[in-house]
Each structure stands twice: as structure tokens, then as C-alpha cells.
């Protein structure tokens, strides 16, 4: 059973402050992919992830892929109020179905 | 495209009766996944399809369950009966890859009383 763990959980902060989210797994896999769900929506993609080591960047959202394509994170600079959401991780395994982790709850006060 | 639609957005039922989900996948997807999300077990697989024909259902909960794909543009998802502790949101996602990018839908809010 893979294992997929999000940090944290629940995040509160104010707006303009920096923050990391974490995602790591027990094995290793061949895509992460991170979505964002707002309330009362579905989660939407932000981006995907293949190659270990790979760092890409989405405006203030820098997404990070490790060496050993074992764990991954996001972070925001600066961030915003309409950066409140709900962060999924989710990763594939040779192009199997997507595993997600639980997320991470943000909230960006004004 | 208008991407996944799902209906109803809302729905509430007492308790025993029959309820009936619909997704509308993005043409041109393979892939159907019935989701099932709380604050306490997060985001759950509960079936998917492709090519309209179920690939895995071990994430359906019990035999109150059910999930049909009569063509690749229409699926359902069935609860009868229904029960208080299923209320959650649902949600329906397409994709062309089955470890690929996923669209969701708006989602059901299910509430049984």
C-alpha cells in the first residue's frame, strides 16, 4: 500500500508571509501532480511534475521535485487571500491511477 | 468544453431512500472517476471506468452502492438506500491518461437526513 503523506495539515497565516507545504511518499513514483480546491469547486491541476529534481514555477508558486521522486513540496511567496485553499498532492506509479494525499488546508488572512 | 458537469450540485434525502448521481466526463476522456469526499477520510476513490466499462470498484463502500457508464458521455452513481453517513461531497473527474491529469467536477452535495 503506498503511502502518502501531506504537511501540514492545516496552515493559518497572514497575508504577504511566505510558506512551504510538503508531500512525501514511501515509494517512489513517476509523476506528482498538485491541485488547489476552493470551496464548493473540485480540486483544479496546477501543475505536474516528472523528472527528479525538477523545479518549476506558477507566478508566486515555486513547485519542487526531489532527486529520489519520493517527495515533493510547494511553496508561495507572498502570498494572498486568494491563495485559501486546499492543497493536494497526488502522485502515479508507471502511469497507474493517481494516489492523493489528505492536503493541506490554507488559509491566508487579510 | 464545459468541462465535467455534474448534477445535482445539491441534494438532500431522508434517510432510506434512493439517490441518483450524474457526471458528464469531457468528450474525448476515457477515463471516469467517481470520488467521494469528508473532513475525516479526505478525498476517497470510490470506482472508475474506461472506455465505459469498470476498471476497479474495491473503493465502493457496500452493495448500496452502484455505478454505471451506459455510454462514454453518461454515468451514474446510485445509493439505495441511502443512510445518514453518507453524506459528502461527490465528485466525478475524466482524463485521457489513467495516471494523468484529472478535470473535476463542481461536485453533489449530499446530505442525508
Known amino acids: 500500500t503506498q503511502l502518502l503523506e501531506q504537511s501540514p495539515q492545516f496552515l493559518s497565516i497572514q497575508e504577504g508571509e511566505n510558506l512551504t507545504v510538503y508531500c512525501n511518499s514511501s515509494?517512489?513514483?513517476?509523476?506528482l501532480q498538485w491541485y488547489r480546491q476552493e470551496p464548493g469547486e473540485g480540486p483544479v491541476l496546477l501543475v505536474t511534475v516528472v523528472t527528479g529534481g525538477e523545479v518549476k514555477k506558477l507566478k508566486r508558486l515555486t513547485f519542487q521535485f526531489g532527486d529520489a521522486r519520493k517527495d515533493s513540496s510547494l511553496h508561495i511567496t507572498a502570498a494572498q487571500p486568494g491563495d485559501t485553499g486546499l492543497y493536494l498532492c497526488?502522485?502515479?506509479?508507471?502511469?497507474?491511477?493517481?494516489?492523493f494525499g489528505a492536503g493541506t488546508i490554507l488559509r491566508v488572512k487579510s | 468544453d464545459a468541462g465535467v458537469i455534474q448534477s445535482p450540485r445539491h441534494e438532500v434525502t431522508e434517510m432510506g431512500q434512493e439517490v441518483t448521481l450524474r457526471c458528464k466526463p469531457i468528450s474525448g476522456h476515457d477515463y471516469l472517476f467517481w470520488y467521494r469526499q469528508t473532513m475525516m477520510r479526505g478525498l476517497e476513490l470510490l470506482i472508475y471506468f474506461n472506455n465505459n466499462v469498470p476498471i476497479d470498484d474495491s473503493g465502493m463502500p457496500e452493495d448500496r452502492f452502484s455505478a454505471k457508464m451506459p455510454n462514454a458521455s453518461f454515468s451514474t452513481l446510485k445509493i439505495q438506500p441511502s443512510e445518514p453517513r453518507d453524506s459528502a461531497v461527490y465528485f466525478c473527474?475524466?482524463?485521457?491518461?489513467?495516471?494523468?491529469?484529472?478535470?473535476f467536477g463542481s461536485g453533489t452535495r449530499l446530505t442525508v437526513v
Open positions: 473527474a475524466s482524463s485521457l491518461l489513467e495516471g494523468g491529469t484529472y478535470t
Open positions: 497526488a502522485l502515479s506509479r508507471y502511469g497507474n491511477k493517481l494516489v
Open positions: 515509494s517512489v513514483f513517476s509523476s
